[in-house]
């Protein structure tokens, strides 16, 4: 799995049945000191993730694990909201503080 941060939402009317009812969203990933890296990726929302939270995505085959996912052609999911991230006794994010700001 990898970190990213949520940065929009992507929206098609017109894509595959299969996707149909799946909410996409627009990530960032997030380098080992929290910094954004360059790239961004659409993924498949499991879990209501809005905008700015930082989420756990599945990539490859292991996104197409969970329930009624095995047919549906998605390389991403963001499979968890992340609370908080610790990096050598030192915290990296927390949502709590994310939230007050």
Do not use: C
């Amino acid at each position: 799995m990898q970190i990213a941060k949520v940065r929009g939402t992507v929206v098609s009317t017109y894509k595959t049945r299969s996707l149909t009812g799946t909410k996409f969203l627009l990530l960032q990933f997030m380098d080992a000191q929290g910094q954004p890296l360059p790239n961004y990726e659409v993924a498949g929302d499991l879990v209501g993730a809005g905008i700015n939270e930082w989420v756990l995505v599945s990539r490859g085959s292991a996104a197409r694990v969970d329930d009624g996912m095995e047919h549906r052609p998605i390389d991403a999911l963001v499979v968890g909201i992340i609370d908080t991230v610790t990096v050598e006794n030192s915290r990296l994010y927390s949502k709590k503080d994310e939230e007050r700001g």
